[in-house]
């Protein structure tokens, strides 16, 4: 949701202009794999996950601070600068909008977290898991993110602790939120140097389109090989799951985390045990799952009765 114009008002500097290039700008980071999974490991060391119903304003809280930075940093943005000329400074006031987007107001925004885990990650604070894990993805490919790269880094953090499936569904806007402090963050520290250097070499083009390209991609290709129980029913003893179109196999996704849920088992066990009733019985993953007309009382009865064996 953008701020209203008593806000951050824009008009003023929204006459035509030539809009930023594109051609050149980086869209994988100079950053190795090596590198990515240092990171990635020393980001699950560090994380410690709060107890659940504990600082639950926490994403509310942050998603206010930033959008009172935009709010603040904006004036200084527009200042002295003129639509005839592209600079660093236009390009982050031709993009305000887009900034907005990023951080929603109300229950929107901070509501999207409101049943994930949170954590604790110094000198951040508390904050929903996934925002620190988006966070510190983009710090490490310095702001610059691709599909390859975040596939990379979230292997390597899930090899610590799988995130549940809402965590990967919410994994885009907490890179949008990640994406924006980091934008905010850069341009706290170029403004401060008091030298902003030439167009062509803004330090704001290349983040500023890796946001453009998070609001343009298809995200459900990208997410769902990070979904780690997602190889668990791929194994599916006839195939079903699979050759499915990959709506319906987000349905089923969707029953995994809920029968865990309810079963006081993980999202990854529960696929698991599906799994291994499916291969015992030469039957669909999916009847195991009790999809075809069974109650969740009889879902997680079975999931009981297996672990309790």
Do not use: C
């Amino acid at each position: 949701m953008a701020l209203s114009s008593e806000d951050t008002h824009v008009s003023s500097l929204t006459a035509p202009v030539q809009e930023t290039p594109t051609v050149g700008l980086p869209e994988e980071p100079s950053v190795t794999e090596a590198e990515l999974r240092f990171a990635a490991d020393a980001l699950a060391r560090t994380l410690r996950l709060e107890a659940p119903g504990q600082h639950s304003d926490a994403a509310a809280q942050y998603l206010d601070g930033l959008r009172a930075r935009l709010k603040a940093a904006t004036p200084m943005w527009k200042q002295g600068t003129s639509t005839t000329e592209l600079t660093p400074k236009l390009e982050l006031v031709e993009s305000v909008r887009m900034f907005e987007s990023a951080a929603p107001k109300g229950d929107s925004g901070a509501g999207m977290y409101r049943d994930v885990p949170l954590a604790a990650l110094p000198p951040a604070g508390n904050l929903p898991q996934v925002i620190h894990i988006a966070g510190s993805y983009l710090a490490a490919a310095d702001g610059i993110w691709s599909r390859a790269s975040l596939a990379i880094f979230m292997d390597q953090v899930q090899k610590h602790e799988p995130l549940l499936l809402r965590e990967i569904q919410l994994l885009p806007d907490a890179l949008k939120v990640a994406q924006l402090e980091f934008i905010l963050n850069r341009a706290d520290k170029v403004f401060a140097s008091g030298e902003m250097p030439p167009i062509e070499r803004s330090p704001f083009s290349a983040p500023i389109h890796s946001l453009r390209r998070m609001n343009q991609i298809e995200w459900r290709e990208v997410l769902e090989p990070l979904i780690v129980f997602d190889a668990a029913l791929r194994q599916d003893p006839v195939g079903a799951y699979a050759a499915m179109e990959e709506e319906t196999r987000a349905s089923y996704r969707v029953r995994v985390a809920e029968l865990a849920r309810h079963s006081d088992t993980s999202e990854l066990q529960t696929a698991q045990v599906a799994l291994e009733l499916a291969q015992a019985a030469s039957e669909s993953i999916m009847a195991m799952l009790g999809w075809r007309g069974a109650s969740r009382t009889s879902a997680t009865t079975w999931l009981r009765m297996a672990f309790a064996n």
